[in-house]
C-alpha cells in the first residue's frame, strides 16, 4: 500500500478475527520499532512480544483501558527509559512504526496505556533482569487482524483548525492553495 493511503485508513480497532497472524508479519512489526529513529539514536526501547490466549487474558485482566487486548492475536509491550526526557517520543515513533507496518500487511491494532504497572513488571518478570530494571511499561500494543470491513473514516478536526501559516492564527489556505 501507498504509504499515504496506509496512513488515511488506519484506524484504532478492538474487535479482532481469530485468524493467526503470520510470523513473518510479526517480525515485520518488531522490525518496524527496531528502525525507527530515537533521540540521540539511545535505542533504549524494548519491545516484548506477548501470545497465546490464556497470555493476553492476562495482559487483559492488568489492563484499566485496554480489556480488549484478550481478543487480539497478538501484544507488543513497550518498555522505555524514562530517564531520557524524550522517551516517550521515542515510544510513539517506535508505536506508529509498528501499527503502520502491520496495517501495510491489513492487520489492525490498538493501544492502551491504562494498566498495573506493578502486576504487569512482575508478569513480564522485569524485576529478574538489570536491564529491564531500569525500564518503564510505557504501552501495550494489540494487533490482530479486523473482524469489521475498516472504512478509514476517522474522527478528525478540519486542517484550518489545527494548521496555520508562518505565525498561529494565519489561515494555512494561503499556502496550499
Ligand atoms: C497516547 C494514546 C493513548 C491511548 N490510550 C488508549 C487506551 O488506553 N485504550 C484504548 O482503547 N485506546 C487508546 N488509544 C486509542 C485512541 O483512543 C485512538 O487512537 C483515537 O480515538 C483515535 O482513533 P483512531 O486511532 O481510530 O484514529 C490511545 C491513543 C493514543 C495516541
Do not use: C
Not at 152 to 166: D, M, S, V
Amino acid at each position: 500500500m501507498d504509504t499515504f493511503e496506509v496512513i488515511r485508513t488506519r484506524l484504532s480497532v478492538s474487535t479482532f478475527s481469530e485468524k493467526q497472524v503470520p510470523k513473518e508479519v510479526k517480525r515485520e512489526v518488531l522490525e518496524a520499532a527496531r528502525l525507527s529513529p530515537s533521540g540521540l539514536n539511545s535505542q533504549h526501547w524494548r519491545f516484548i512480544l506477548v501470545d497465546g490466549r490464556e497470555n493476553l487474558k492476562k495482559l487483559a485482566e492488568m489492563s484499566t483501558t485496554g480489556k480488549w487486548v484478550a481478543g487480539a492475536n497478538f501484544a507488543v509491550v513497550v518498555l522505555t527509559n524514562a530517564e531520557y526526557p524524550f522517551h516517550l517520543l521515542d515510544a510513539g515513533q517506535a508505536i506508529m512504526s509498528m501499527m503502520l507496518a502491520a496495517w501495510n500487511r491489513g492487520v489492525a491494532s490498538r493501544i492502551f496505556t491504562g494498566f498495573d504497572q506493578k502486576s504487569m513488571r512482575e508478569f513480564l518478570e522485569l524485576e529478574q533482569n538489570e536491564e529491564a530494571q531500569r525500564l518503564s511499561i510505557t504501552v501495550v500494543v494489540g494487533f490482530g487482524y479486523p473482524t469489521k470491513k475498516i472504512i478509514g473514516k476517522k474522527n478528525r478536526l478540519p486542517l484550518e483548525k489545527i494548521a496555520f501559516y508562518q505565525r498561529y492564527g494565519q489561515p494555512i489556505t494561503q499556502a496550499l492553495s
